[in-house]
């Protein structure tokens, strides 16, 4: 038996360290009766008295733990991917962010991509790919096939990644445990991502809630000569996962005054955890953590669509932390760091990172005023100087008995760093360095703003079409009418917070749920979808091609639909695509409220027919991992609305409206589709109800088409 298992040095080590293997963090060092209570009145905690036994006594069980799991660190030594012990600013990125891909041009923007976050934040370290959720699952296309349906394929996203590298930013593409619902790729999800990875020169993996990648994908990398930095969602499950998951990522816990260790940090000091907080608006809590235990961050803006800014303040706390991070990465990820360093103040936490010829000791001030005075009290050695590798300023210590103490400023809820060389050592550019530090940090951050702002949205603009008084043969006449609109989006993530979902143009900002009293002029309405019959005419008529082919009609041999599929509601149909149709025909595609006034008419109802589901008025749902056809358009008589407009629900979806921001463009669409593949609620999610709708990411046609997805026209009444 261990030492720390046979004689722990008191019960409140005893209680810590049984606890220990659970959580991303490490109990807080207490010091005071009523623990483990240590939550409550942390104002009364004395850090400083408490941190030596805490560090005795996790120093003891950091070796047993890691004797328990038999840890090898030998992958954090592979000279080709120590690269993730400098990983500190990693962002998530949406592919079909406006400044990464100008879908006017037709091309890819990595220079403008990271020029703006170079601009706002002091730019990135490496990049994730996001191009699966959350659009998978509109369709049979599973997570690997959506990476060949970029702008380009493979070739472009190989050329994506080489610009990425140019600048040197590393890259990263996802990979998903819980897509088993839509077409089997034919391999492990190890050899497919690995050998994506490779086909493309990617520099690493993150695992989509995954605890811990398993060795599985380690081991295909190195089988298929192409190493990988593997980044789990969160704390592995199994700390012997440590061992080749060399980053994570993840949430932190709510913000309390006492910092917290992060035990992978611990546990392995060159283990790179990026803390993520997608949806927050103010990220000092997040930035004290990092800081105070030396690891990185998640610049996390665009979720998924929803763009969710760092404000001023934020983004100028982040640059001024990951300057000071890349200039001395190596002490970051010292073997004899520490947590809980001597601090004079109340509130204040440090840490110390030592090396060889110099001393890093990061510090924050969790309180809510100014310091000034004597922060950080250190063990002092012959010869040594000291610096305010915060500020830039050289400082004077005050000595008495082997210690030295350390006077400089910090904001209310700032940051400090100091640096200690030693006798004879030099820093290559150290005051160079300093000079940097004082002109970054010469604007107070608490002068900054910290006002949150979301992103104002516009909807495109839809032409009017030549009036007629008559229905169109194929159409029916929708009359002027109040209707009472009102809809939500049925976004899995967002919550119902200001900036999510759309903006109509009553509206002042986005918003999931909407309520509007409208009188909709008259207007007619394609009793069914477009069939493939009716767009092989449009294509006869005008030989119509568009310029990204790709996926275009791709159900269709030679040019023409599958015999018997005419009366099928067209699919792989990109919204420019319908566009086009539209316009030749003399129409347009439905605004989003005339969709659903046609399908609902004035009572509000939930299903076209009533307000009770009927499965006999739609296609029976194909759970399958593989696309069937649709339905004809007109083979559910029963789903007509009262106005008798048909095939609305439960067919393929339908394209209606489109909206942009600055980084994003989004489509509402409407109907859902038979399509529910199953194994996971991360899928595009339905909405038959007609009081609900669908947002689906825009990037490309060649992406955007999808085999369940169709559209109606609609022509403005005289």
């Known amino acids: 038996m261990s030492k720390t298992s046979r004689a722990p040095s008191s019960r409140l080590a005893e209680f810590q360290l049984s606890h220990a293997r659970n959580g991303p963090h490490l109990p807080l060092p207490v010091s005071m009766p009523g623990w483990p209570f240590q939550t409550i009145g942390q104002w009364k905690q004395d850090v400083n008295a408490a941190a030596p036994a805490w560090l005795r006594d996790f120093r ?35 592919v079909e962010d406006r400044y990464f891909y100008d879908p006017v041009k037709r091309r890819y923007t990595v220079d403008r991509y990271l020029d703006d976050l170079n601009r ?19 369709d049979d296309r ?16 190989k050329r994506v990644v080489a610009d990425f590298h140019r600048r040197g930013v590393k890259v990263f ?30 520099d690493g993996v993150n695992g989509d809630t995954y605890s811990g990648v398993p060795r599985a994908f380690f081991d295909a990398a190195l089988k298929q000569k192409h190493p990988l930095v593997f980044e789990p969602e969160a704390v592995p499950l199994s700390d012997e996962a440590l061992a080749w998951n060399l980053q994570s990522w993840g949430k932190l816990l709510p913000d309390q005054v006492v910092l917290p260790v992060s035990k992978l940090k611990w546990l392995e000091p060159r283990h790179m955890t990026n803390t993520e907080n997608r949806w927050g608006r103010d990220r000092t809590n997040d930035f004290h ?32 932390i990951s300057h000071l991070y890349r200039r001395f990465p190596d002490l970051l990820v010292s073997p004899g760091w520490e947590p809980y360093a001597h601090t004079c103040q109340h509130n204040v936490f440090a840490s110390m990172f030592p090396g060889k010829t110099a001393t ?18 250190v063990a002092h050695q012959d010869g040594r100087t000291y610096c305010d590798a915060w500020s830039g300023a050289v400082l004077k210590p005050a000595l008495k008995d082997g210690f030295a103490t350390l006077a400089f400023p910090l904001e209310c809820r700032g940051f400090g760093a100091v640096l200690a060389v030693e006798r004879g050592a030099k820093i290559k550019n150290l005051s160079a360095f300093l000079r940097e530090r004082r002109s970054l940090t010469r604007t107070p951050l608490q002068s900054l703003s910290a006002e949150w702002r979301f992103l104002p949205q516009q909807m495109a603009p839809v032409k009017a079409t030549r009036r007629v008084a008559k229905a169109p043969r194929g159409m029916v006449t929708i009359p002027a009418g109040d209707f009472e609109f009102r809809v939500t989006g049925i976004e899995i993530e967002g919550f119902t917070w200001v900036g999510h979902d759309v903006q109509y143009p009553w509206e002042n900002s986005p918003r999931r749920s909407h309520l509007r009293q409208l009188r909709p002029p008259a207007y007619h309405i394609d009793r069914f979808p477009v069939t493939n019959a009716q767009f092989k005419e449009f294509i006869d008529a005008t030989g119509y091609q568009p310029a990204d082919d790709h996926n275009f009609l791709r159900h269709w041999k030679r040019g023409a639909p599958p015999r018997g599929s005419e009366k099928k509601p067209v699919t792989w149909v990109a919204i420019e695509d319908a566009r086009a149709y539209a316009a030749w025909a003399g129409k347009r595609l439905p605004h989003e409220w005339e969709w659903q006034y046609a399908a609902q008419g004035t009572d509000g109802r939930l299903f076209p027919w009533g307000n009770e589901w009927n499965a006999a008025n739609v296609p029976t749902p194909n759970r399958g991992r593989t696309l069937l056809p649709p339905a004809n358009v007109d083979a559910h008589p029963g789903g007509a609305s009262p106005f008798g407009v ?15 921001d600055e980084h994003t463009r989004a489509a509402v669409l409407r109907g859902g589709s038979a399509y529910q593949p199953q194994t996971s609620h991360w899928y595009f999610p339905q909405a038959y109800q007609l009081d609900q709708h669908g947002k689906y990411l825009l990037m490309a046609p060649g992406k955007d088409r999808s085999g369940m997805l169709g559209f109606r026209c609609v022509a403005d009444a005289g």
């Open 646 to 660: 048909m095939d609305l629900v439960g067919n393929v979806w339908q394209w209606t409206d489109e909206f942009r």
């Open 360 to 377: 890093l000791w990061t510090v924050v001030n969790r309180n809510e005023y100014e310091l000034a005075g004597p922060q950080l009290r």
């Open 289 to 320: 953590y990092i800081f105070f235990n030396g690891t990185g961050y998640n610049s996390w803006e665009n979720i998924w669509g929803v763009w969710n800014q760092f404000t001023p303040r934020d983004a100028a706390a982040l640059r001024r």
């Open 120 to 138: 706002r934040y002091g730019g990135i370290d490496s990049v994730l790919l996001w191009y699966v959720y959350p659009n998978i699952g509109i």
């Open 60 to 94: 003891e069980w950091r070796h047993e733990h890691l004797i328990r799991i038999g840890y090898s660190g030998a992958n954090y030594e592979r000279k080709d991917l120590k690269w993730s012990q400098r990983n500190f600013v990693h962002a998530q990125m949406m």
């Open 142 to 157: 599973n997570q690997f096939e959506l990476a060949n349906d970029l702008p380009g394929g493979l070739k472009g996203l």
């Open 173 to 202: 593409i996802p990979t998903m445990a819980w897509d088993n619902g839509t077409r089997s790729s034919g391999l492990s999800d190890w050899e497919a991502v690995v050998r994506l990875a490779k086909a493309i020169g990617a």
